[in-house]
């Protein structure tokens, strides 16, 4: 009988140079590069176990059996597991968030990491950091980024083996935060997933692409000099791009609801009065805003005020993806 077990956790991550669309689908390898931070706050454990006796994968997600369109990703990753391992053995996987899924939050960035490191973990497989950071990205392309530590780098690469994510300054480089305005807790209408297939029907996507590693190059100085007025600028400028291409796109995703403008603008007030903080959106409507830690206070406390705010989660800078 074959047997296995491990649990593993990961957290998400925020992009502060975003990744949207892939120049292949299925291995997701992506149009650019992107650079993001770990959010410590934030994780997913996942135990895997392979048992001979298990008809079938199943996958229970924060105590609900799930079925379907989210099973069918589990089991393309246990595929390549079990592929790698010469094993052809049913899992079950068991799957728990500390925060809520589907609002932009990168649920699926934690989930892919924690199911890559659990799945191999179990199967007896030994892979290292860029490995892991492969099989990942076979999931969620973001979950490449919750392999490694702290401030992270993901390479687009041209093929399966180059592209994978990398740390290039541990969580301890700088002591940033990130806030999270909360402003609807509710599933969004289009995931990534889909999301990724509609950028290149933007005509503003070229121009995005094309100035990518510009802007990798200036976030990633900012990172390494911790300075906060150049990183506000290139992050704001990439999310802005990001959601043009979305908005401009056929057919056109709107992420943002009002409340997520009332945020964009209160945090650009507040930065011109000397608060450092600024914001970052992925795909749904709740607004990261990202300040030096030491302002974690006030800047979470001013978002409970902006109307529309549902509650604010705060997270610092987190570490890699680990066993427990
Ligand atoms: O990894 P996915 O398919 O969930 O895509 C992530 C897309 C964004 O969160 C919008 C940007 C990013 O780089 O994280």
Excluded at 15 to 24: H, L, S, T
Excluded at 59 to 87: E, H, W, Y
Excluded at 233 to 256: G, K, N
Excluded at 310 to 323: D, H, I, M, N, W
Aim: proline share 5%; charged share 15%.
């Amino acid at each position: 009988m074959t047997t296995g077990t491990a649990t593993a956790q990961a957290h998400p991550n925020i992009a502060f140079i975003k990744y949207w669309g892939n120049k292949d689908q299925e291995l997701r390898i992506p149009v650019n590069g992107s650079l993001s931070m770990n959010l410590d706050g934030l994780f997913t454990q996942t135990t895997v176990t392979f048992n001979t006796f298990f008809p079938k994968d199943s996958l229970t997600l924060n105590n609900k059996p799930i079925t379907g369109a989210g099973l069918d990703r589990v089991t393309g990753i246990l595929d390549l597991v079990r592929q790698r391992a010469g094993m052809n053995t049913s899992a079950e996987v068991r799957s728990d968030n500390n925060f809520p899924t589907g609002t932009g939050i990168a649920s699926s960035a934690a989930a892919f990491a924690a199911l890559a490191l659990a799945a191999s973990t179990a199967a007896g497989l030994h892979l290292d950091e860029q490995q892991l950071s492969i099989l990942a990205r076979r999931g969620s392309g973001s979950a490449s980024r919750s392999i490694p530590g702290g401030f992270v780098e993901w390479q687009a690469g041209a093929d399966n083996d180059d592209s994978y994510a990398f740390s290039f300054a541990p969580a301890e480089h700088w002591n940033l935060a990130d806030c999270i305005a909360v402003i609807s807790s509710e599933h969004k209408p289009t995931i990534s997933s889909q999301g990724h297939t509609l950028a290149s029907t933007s005509p503003l996507q070229a121009a995005r692409i094309a100035d990518a590693p510009r802007r990798i190059d200036i976030c990633r100085q900012a990172i390494l000099n911790c300075d906060f007025e150049a990183l506000a600028a290139i992050v704001e400028l990439d999310s802005d791009m990001m959601h043009a291409v979305m908005m401009t796109s056929t057919p056109a995703l709107f992420y943002w609801r009002p409340a997520t403008l009332a945020v964009i603008q209160a945090v650009r007030d507040w930065r011109s009065e000397g608060l450092p903080v600024c914001y970052t959106i992925d795909a749904g409507p709740n607004v990261h805003v990202l300040c030096p830690q030491e302002y974690v206070e006030t800047t979470a406390n001013r978002l409970r005020t902006v109307d529309g705010v549902q509650e604010v989660l705060v997270s610092k800078t987190g570490g890699p993806a680990k066993l427990v």
